[in-house]
């Protein structure tokens, strides 16, 4: 049985890939911060293990990667998922901000990577697959900070991808566009539809098609894909 470690599982697209993962025979692990009673609530759905860190926190990081380790026995597939958002114009944002975007979204996964990759190399095998976002690709305005998170996201991707290639483990990005979640929840109506008029699809993304394109990259299906970022924008950009 194939197992995976999805960080940010409790709700939005980290929970749809908890659901398709356990869904298509893998043991799952997630992490969650907050979200309690929606981590008990997707454990209890799918039989995923459910484990609370702070992925700011270099000792809940490593906690989470040995709790996971001891109830997968192994983690074949690592899905940095984990974020946060939120937007400022760029004269407004607070160190605080700036260092807390950086720490959740491109630290965090630098740091759940350092903790999987031995284990990984020493089996010659192994997939990760980190979140980052069309913003990462294109920048976005008043989002500066995750705009550069995202973007060293994809950075650390393709470098990690050549320096893993050799142990048989791929490293690969998705990149969506604008996704119905929680995140995107405080977006009004007017911005949402302005960005579904100019996709090409004509509407924004769900979280289950990022899972779908998830479980694809963890699969055997692309095991001869490695270091790519994945668009998942409907055609926003090209």
């Not at 702070?54 to 040995?66: F, R, T």
């Not at 305005?141 to 973007?151: D, I, P, Q, W």
Request: proline share 2%; aromatic share 6%; glycine share 10%.
């Amino acid at each position: 049985m194939k197992t995976v470690l999805i960080t940010g599982g409790s709700r939005g697209i980290g929970r749809a890939m908890v659901e398709l993962f356990s869904a298509n025979g893998y043991k799952v692990a997630f992490t969650y911060k907050n979200s309690e009673s929606k981590a008990k609530s997707v454990a209890e759905a799918t039989g995923a293990l459910a484990i609370c860190a702070d992925s700011a926190l270099e000792s809940d990081i490593l906690s989470a990667v040995k709790l996971a380790e001891e109830h997968l026995g192994h983690i074949d597939c690592l899905i940095n998922n984990a974020g946060v958002a939120s937007f400022s114009l760029f004269t407004d944002i607070t160190l605080e901000q700036w260092n807390e975007h950086l720490a959740v979204n491109l630290t965090g996964a630098f740091l759940y990577s350092k903790a999987v990759i031995p284990s990984m190399v020493s089996r010659k095998s192994g997939r990760i697959i980190n979140i980052t976002s069309m913003w990462g690709i294109t920048g976005s305005s008043c989002e500066v900070h995750y705009s550069t998170a995202k973007a060293g996201l994809i950075g650390m991707t393709k470098a990690l991808a050549k320096e893993l290639g050799p142990s048989g483990i791929t490293v690969n990005a998705i990149a969506p566009g604008l996704i119905a979640t929680d995140m995107n929840g405080t977006l009004d109506e007017e911005t949402v539809n302005g960005i579904a008029e100019e996709t090409p699809l004509m509407r924004i993304g769900s979280a289950d098609e990022v899972a779908g394109a998830a479980l694809f990259l963890a699969s055997e299906a692309a095991s001869f894909i490695t270091g790519d970022v994945m668009n998942l924008s409907g055609g926003y950009i090209m």
